[in-house]
């Protein structure tokens, strides 16, 4: 009995051990020879336990089955590429900001677009700008998202709708890459989540079950992060986001009769008025701070000399007086 938990603990320590590095290196697909080969787990007597542990097949192994011309031709990249066109997966996104007559308006259209194209809104908002002329004007931001094969309809459609267009930027990242390993990698986390479960089923010891419900649990975490990467692709691909910046043209400007604004005038006077007992203001400090300091110091010794040689002179004439009474 001792003999037969010792072996029980062996070969759950083995199996373990093989699925975790199975599941781990499916990225790495070096470390293995043969990628369709499966791994079986012996006892120590040499028989087959009876459970075989499918290798993990990463990116690079599932190119290779179907041989390298299959997919990069004699050429190499240049036909591979064109083998996988329509395979690629993309997330194409847009930015546009343009001017309109109407951001509300605008704003409410590119909406009504995005739900028909089978789109939806992202983000909206509609808020109040203030010119340097001192008038305020409606202004809006938008992202929606639109079917990859929309993307370029829905583009010119907003810009079709603007007035004029002040940027506009388009990008696109291929991940296509890092999708298929991440669907690798799932399919090599399941299996190993499926041959964990049987090892379980089939455990007879507490800290046996415990031990591999662990590693369940950790395989299954896994397994549900690269599944949320993977709608993240699906979904990002599928549906691109288009952000749109709308600026208020002459149109939403306030009314004016004959090209004369009365508002416009008093707010001009007022600022007016405003600058100039600025310039006054300015212009005092300055005096006080700055020419003064100045005038002091350059009319205190003048008036020094001055009071000098006014003293010498009157003592100079009392002395002539003086002399001119005696005689």
């Known amino acids: 009995m001792l003999k037969r938990q010792y072996f ?18 499916s990225g790495d697909s070096g470390d ?19 459970i075989a542990v499918p290798a993990p097949q990463s990116l690079e192994a599932s190119f290779d089955t179907a041989g390298d011309d299959a997919f990069f031709g004699a050429d190499g990249f240049a036909e591979g ?12 996104n847009g930015d546009i900001t ?52 929309q993307f370029l309809v829905a583009l010119e459609q907003i810009e079709a709708g603007a007035s004029r267009v002040m940027s506009k930027n388009e990008s696109g ?3 296509t890459r890092e999708y298929t390993d991440l669907q690798s990698r799932l399919r090599n986390l399941e ?5 964990l479960r049987e090892i379980m089923a089939s455990a007879d010891k507490t800290e046996d079950v415990l031990s591999v419900y662990r590693e369940l649990s950790r395989i299954s975490g ?7 990467q993977i709608q993240y692709f699906e979904q990002a691909s599928a549906l691109s986001a288009i952000s749109v910046t709308l600026f208020a043209d002459e149109a939403v400007q306030p009314l004016t ?32 701070l700055y020419l003064l300091p100045i005038l002091l110091l350059i009319s205190l010794p003048v008036w020094l000399i001055w009071r000098r040689l006014k003293s010498v002179i009157s003592q100079k004439m009392d002395s002539n007086t003086n002399t001119e009474a005696k005689e």
Do not use: H
């Open 32 to 50: 293995f020879a043969d990628s369709s080969a499966e791994f079986e787990v012996f006892d120590e007597a040499g028989r087959s336990f009876g």
């Open 257 to 288: 009769v004959g090209g004369w604004q009365p508002v416009g005038v008093v707010k001009d006077a007022v600022q007016a008025l405003i600058n100039t007992l600025q310039t006054l203001a300015t212009l005092a400090i300055w005096l006080t």
């Open 191 to 195: 299996n190993t989540e499926v041959q």
């Open 81 to 92: 590429e064109a083998a996988f066109a329509e395979e690629r997966i993309v997330i194409k």
């Open 98 to 149: 343009i001017v309109v007559a109407d951001p509300a308006k605008s704003m409410d259209d590119i909406s009504a677009m995005a739900v028909g194209m089978g789109g939806f809104v992202v983000y909206s908002n509609l808020y109040q700008t203030v010119l340097e002329s001192g008038f305020e004007v409606p202004q809006a931001n938008i992202t929606i998202r639109v079917p990859a094969e």
């Open 8 to 25: 029980n603990r062996f070969v759950l320590s083995a199996v373990v051990l093989i699925l975790s590095v199975a599941a781990c290196g």
């Open 222 to 228: 896994e397994i549900e992060l690269i599944k949320g």
């Open 173 to 175: 990242q291929d991940v």
